[in-house]
């Protein structure tokens, strides 16, 4: 490896160091601030680091890793979106009694497993990805000891996660007798219609069960049971980062994988995607009609929403990419605003999950429920968010490569979904109740980082959906390289 | 720029009033009259500014503004006004106005954000009046749909939610249907040409397979069929009319409805010429039937303001019908009906929304006997039901018979049973008229009559319906130039000059 190699990896070397830092930190002194503000200066160097590894990328760095200018993308997502969750997890971790150091240093790993995801052009590497990123949300996701459901949670995960890996390495070993090799590359023939791989008695069941591995990250139908309960019992923060950055990472991954310019995902796999797309928006979107609760509400969504991202994916062609980039970047950007607020408006006890919490919001606190009701009209696409233009995007991709199934499923289902954001939304606008359920939410002070994180979320909502020329032009940029 | 600045008053009056209501309510509402009240002279200005020139009109639009939004896609904030946008724009800001006036005394909670919702609803129609691209058309198209949903939502009456979910529902998925047809017709174009673009005069030319086209035009007629609406899309008007307050009942009726029958005359006939030719007969026949349907209903109503939404389903059947008679003097009754429907639906909304005040109820049975309490308002309802029965001499007279005649032309049988339609119209006017006003005052009402306030709002409304009823060239000079363009794609062959 050359200088030139380690300075394209400088991000990825940074976060890990930051990790590294601020476990010392805890070990020498506790100090709640002093581990953010680590965490926070590691995440903006590596963020600055980008521009630095910009000048030797694209690079390839043996045979595991390749950062190139998609990467870089991807990581600057990661980074923004693991800045805004300790932002919002700060002053929820303050309110309550465990230790909230080891939050940060966790997070800190879990990032740097998902940007091993983005950068690897081989399956080693991706596992390595995984496993990291895994491993990480275990302990996460029942980071709240004192809360019996937190813990639930984790061993749900716990054990779906593990098995779900046990499968995808089944399907990398199958993979492996069959091709002697790892690179993800080689996939780029099995995907096109008409040639048929060499041996598919082995090929083409190591694919389904490595597609099953990444179906349960991304939580899609069938491989989806878990993302309710871990939405559900994991501390508000985290549940923020698991449908963003562990998402985002696993997105970033596939698409790498499965770019095929021009013709999209057709073969065997483009029919299980396309099953497994159809399935999750419309489950995703019926389910979530049944619930009370707003983090299941927006677990299920988010199955749904991995389904609109599915429908750009197997679209291909020249906008194929683009959109599925564009969507996850406004997915992001407005669940992220829509976990925040509700980490804001969570109390010492209980967070504020129940629709009910949410009951006469805007008559109490006009400005949050503005934030609020932008974040849900993104989610369910309505012009001037960062929502609507994803979805026309991923509709113009669908359009133009005539995927019309999927196209009317995407129709119908989110015109479904609408009617659970309009639920919540009614709850924000209603006549507010004299009784004392809603008090704690709204009387709560307001954390300052976490209204400013959540300030420029919805400052970059609103900006995306009103102009996104010029993230649209990074974007194509982007994936051209990618080709 | 002009145009640009007709949605930019809006939007900036809907924020001002809002913050503006924490400190003093009354003043909120003089701040949306205001803004909406310079929209209104804007467009007076530009009507008469242009009639002179209407009729040598080479260029097919009036004014423009132009200016590239996202390049990548070939968007561009392109809007444009001619005289069929013209017209709707001054009735638009007229029944703006009406509906700020009548809510002045039945909203008295959280005026600010009814204020704000008002005039962007207004924004967004002005919008999709105006928008001379696809894009920028659904994004107003869409919208208009939040606002109108909060103005249900929170200001209406018992059932509101239900039936402003009902509502939000049932556009947004006919919507999103006209989304992928207006996608897909993009991206036909750009297969034809290489230009990815959206723009409605580019997008004109465009060469479209049969099959293709059809299915494209389907596609943007759901959408338009919902909002008009067409007879077995029409299930959420009657909940939503009914539930809204009155100025969103004003709304809805007079200008949300119209948005549908705009979309049709200005996208369907032109952009989808062959099949709009084809399925000429079809639609006439969803026309006719919506006539009917709609009349039969709304004998039956026992609700007052259900009474009169089932009225509108009725009416804008005539405009179905007209749009696709095939023939300019059908287009132009049409485009008649939508205006003075628009004017006189709503001031039946407002009349309702003023006897709910005084009565505290909409059930017919609970009213009657009213005119010897209440003479002068009576007496405006009269001419109020007297123009939605179309009689002759009030604007839906003019509508109605045009679209008849021109109807007629392309189709006799029909003609004939649409015709029938004025008769039901006759008996839902007087049932109405009957209920409310005629008849022994049972329940012993006491009421005051009409107040200076409510003058203002229902005066004009009788001054426009009798104007449009006895001297409607201007309004018919205004439009031709741009309804002949329209037409001419679509129907080419037969055109009716008088």
């Given amino acids: 490896m050359s200088a030139a190699d380690f300075v394209a990896l400088l991000p990825l070397i940074t976060i890990s160091a930051t990790a590294i830092i601020v476990m010392i930190a805890i070990a020498i002194q506790r100090n709640h601030k002093v581990a953010i503000v680590i965490s926070l200066i590691g995440g903006a160097s590596a963020l600055v680091s980008l521009s630095l590894a910009?000048?030797?990328?694209?690079?390839?760095?043996?045979?595991?890793?390749?950062?190139?200018?998609?990467?870089?993308?991807?990581?600057?997502?990661?980074?923004?979106?693991?800045?805004?969750?300790?932002?919002?997890?700060y002053d929820y971790l303050k309110r309550r009694p465990e230790r909230p150091e080891e939050f940060y240093l966790l997070v800190l790993l879990a990032t740097t497993g998902a940007i091993v995801l983005v950068i690897s052009r081989n399956f080693v590497s991706f596992f390595l990805g995984l496993e990291l990123l895994s491993v990480a949300l275990y302990s996460l996701i029942s980071y709240v000891r004192t809360q019996s459901t937190s813990i639930e949670a984790g061993i749900k995960y716990l054990i779906l996660a593990a098995s779900s890996s046990a499968v995808l390495l089944f399907g990398l070993a199958l993979i492996y007798a069959d091709s002697g090799s790892m690179e993800l590359s080689q996939f780029a023939a099995a995907m096109t219609p008409d040639s048929r791989p060499p041996n598919a008695f082995s090929l083409l069941p190591g694919l389904m069960l490595v597609l099953t591995g990444i179906g349960f990250k991304l939580a899609v139908v069938p491989f989806q049971l878990w993302a309710p309960d871990v939405y559900e019992g994991a501390p508000l923060p985290v549940t923020a980062f698991i449908s963003t950055v562990s998402k985002a990472g696993m997105f970033a991954f596939i698409l790498r994988w499965f770019?095929?310019?021009?013709?999209?995902?057709?073969?065997?796999?483009?029919?299980?995607?396309?099953?497994?797309?159809?399935?999750?928006?419309?489950?995703?979107?019926?389910?979530?009609?049944?619930?009370?609760?707003?983090?299941?509400?927006?677990?299920?969504?988010?199955?749904?929403?991995m389904g609109y991202f599915l429908v750009a994916l197997i679209a291909g062609g020249p906008l194929g990419a683009p959109a599925a980039t564009y969507y996850l970047i406004a997915y992001a950007a407005t669940i992220l605003a829509a976990f925040g607020l509700m980490t804001i408006l969570s109390g010492p006890r209980d967070e504020a999950v129940s629709i009910n919490d949410y009951r006469g919001l805007f008559w109490k606190r006009p400005l949050v429920a503005a934030a609020f009701t932008t974040a849900l009209l993104s989610l369910a696409g309505i012009p001037l968010t960062a929502g609507f233009l994803g979805k026309f995007y991923v509709v113009a991709a669908g359009a133009s490569q005539s995927r019309w199934v999927l196209l009317f499923t995407l129709v119908l289902s989110s015109t479904i979904g609408l009617f659970y954001y309009l639920r919540i939304i009614v709850a924000l606008y209603s006549q507010p109740e004299v009784s004392d359920v809603a008090a704690e939410s709204s009387t709560l002070p307001l954390p300052l980082p976490a209204t400013l994180a959540l300030a420029a979320l919805t400052g970059l909502i609103l900006w995306l959906g009103i102009y996104p020329a010029m993230l649209w032009d990074a974007i194509l940029a982007v994936t051209r390289d990618l080709g | 720029m002009i145009l640009f600045s007709l949605i930019l008053i809006l939007l900036v009056g809907g924020v001002a009033s809002w913050i503006v209501a924490r400190r003093h309510e009354t003043s909120a509402r003089w701040i949306a009259i205001a803004s909406v009240g310079t929209d209104l002279l804007i467009a007076i200005w530009l009507w008469i500014a242009h009639t002179g020139r209407s009729q040598i009109l080479t260029t097919r639009w009036m004014e423009e503004c132009n200016f590239n939004w996202i390049s990548q896609f070939g968007i561009r904030f392109h809007l444009a006004l001619d005289g069929l946008s013209l017209a709707l724009l001054l009735l638009t800001y007229f029944l703006g106005i009406v509906a700020i006036l009548s809510s002045w005394t039945e909203i008295r909670q959280r005026v600010g954000f009814f204020h704000f919702n008002l005039l962007w609803v207004l924004a967004g129609i002005t919008g999709v009046f105006l928008a001379a691209d696809l894009f920028v058309f659904y994004l107003f198209w869409e919208l208009m749909l939040v606002p109108m949903y909060f103005l249900i939502g929170i200001w209406g009456h018992e059932r509101r939610i239900y039936a402003a979910t009902k509502f939000f529902l049932f556009t947004q998925l006919s919507g999103l249907l006209m989304l992928v047809a207006i996608i897909s017709l993009a991206v036909l174009h750009q297969r034809a040409t290489g230009v990815f673009t959206f723009d409605y005069e580019q997008l004109l030319n465009t060469t479209l397979s049969p099959r293709s086209a059809r299915l494209l035009m389907l596609g943007f007629f759901v959408a338009f069929a919902v909002k008009l609406p067409?007879?077995?899309?029409?299930?959420?008007?009657?909940?939503?009319?009914?539930?809204?307050?009155?100025?969103?009942?004003?709304?809805?009726?007079?200008?949300?409805?119209?948005?549908?029958?705009?979309?049709?005359i200005r996208f369907v006939l032109p952009l989808f010429p062959g099949p709009s030719r084809e399925l000429a007969p079809l639609m006439m026949t969803v026309g006719v039937i919506g006539i009917l349907y709609g009349a039969v209903l709304a004998v039956a109503q026992t609700d007052l303001k259900r009474l009169v939404a089932y009225t509108s389903v009725s009416h804008m059947g005539f405009v179905l019908l007209g749009v696709f008679a095939g023939n300019e003097i059908a287009l132009e009754g049409a485009v008649i009906q939508m205006i003075s429907h628009g004017i006189s639906t709503g001031a039946l909304f407002v009349l309702a929304g003023l006897l709910q005040e005084r009565l505290h109820t909409r059930e017919i049975s609970q009213m009657g006997g009213l005119w010897e309490t209440m003479p002068v308002l009576s007496g405006a309802g009269l001419v109020f039901a007297m123009a939605s029965i179309g009689l002759p001499g009030l604007g839906d007279f003019i509508g109605e018979f045009l679209v008849l005649l021109g109807a007629y032309r392309a189709n006799i049988s029909l003609t004939a049973v649409a015709t029938l339609g004025l008769l039901a119209a006759t008996f839902y006017g007087l049932k109405f008229v009957q209920g409310t006003f005629y008849g022994p005052n049972l329940h012993q009402w006491r009421l005051f009559d009409i107040r200076l306030r409510e003058w203002t709002i229902l005066g004009p409304m009788i001054l426009g319906l009798l104007w449009i009823g006895l001297y409607p060239q201007p309004v018919l000079n205004t439009l031709r130039p741009s309804l002949t363009t329209m037409q001419q794609s679509a129907f080419a062959q037969q055109i009716v000059r008088r």
């Fill in chain 1, 259 to 305: 770019h095929v310019h021009d013709i999209g995902v057709a073969g065997a796999p483009g029919l299980v995607l396309t099953i497994i797309a159809i399935a999750s928006m419309l489950t995703g979107n019926l389910l979530a009609l049944l619930q009370t609760n707003v983090k299941r509400i927006l677990a299920f969504s988010s199955i749904a929403h």
């Fill in chain 1, 54 to 89: 910009a000048s030797a990328a694209p690079r390839q760095i043996t045979n595991l890793l390749v950062i190139d200018s998609y990467a870089r993308l991807y990581m600057a997502v990661l980074l923004g979106a693991t800045g805004f969750v300790f932002l919002f997890a």
């Fill in chain 2, 230 to 264: 067409a007879f077995p899309f029409h299930t959420w008007l009657p909940d939503a009319h009914t539930e809204a307050p009155t100025a969103g009942s004003v709304i809805l009726a007079g200008l949300l409805l119209k948005t549908g029958a705009y979309g049709l």
